[in-house]
């Protein structure tokens, strides 16, 4: 059963910084890409980050400069670092499977909230 856990989120003024972690069970991590999505009420999955298995990343336009994917494989963890943020980022995010772009992320966590206010 594939189980992703994921953590790290919280309350941050804007300019400040988080690191998201995601643990991975049930599969091969290693041999899996991994993407992050995030959520805000009322709206769709929005693609936010991917990680390749190889380690090749990807970045959605609004996030980029400002946060960074990396993967521990040993640990079967992917991380997300949130620097810069803005109280857009304002939104749960989730880790996933594969690499997907949103809606189709089926097989993913729980969420962790980030709120960036002041």
């Known amino acids: 059963e594939v189980q992703l856990v994921e953590s790290g989120g919280g309350l941050v003024q804007p300019g400040g910084s988080l690191r998201l972690s995601c643990v991975a069970s049930g599969f091969a991590f290693h041999g899996y890409g991994m993407t992050w999505v995030r959520q805000t009420p009322g709206k769709g999955l929005e693609w936010v980050s991917y990680?390749?298995?190889?380690?090749?990343?990807g970045y959605a336009d609004s996030v980029k400069g400002r946060f960074t994917i990396s993967r521990d494989n040993t640990n079967n963890t992917v991380y997300l670092q949130l620097n810069s943020l803005k109280t857009e980022d304002t939104a749960m995010y989730y880790c996933?499977?594969?690499?997907?772009?949103?809606?189709?992320?089926?097989?993913r966590g729980q969420g962790t909230q980030v709120t960036v206010s002041s």
């Open positions: 990680i390749g298995s190889s380690g090749t990343t």
């Open positions: 996933a499977k594969g690499i997907c772009s949103g809606g189709d992320c089926y097989e």
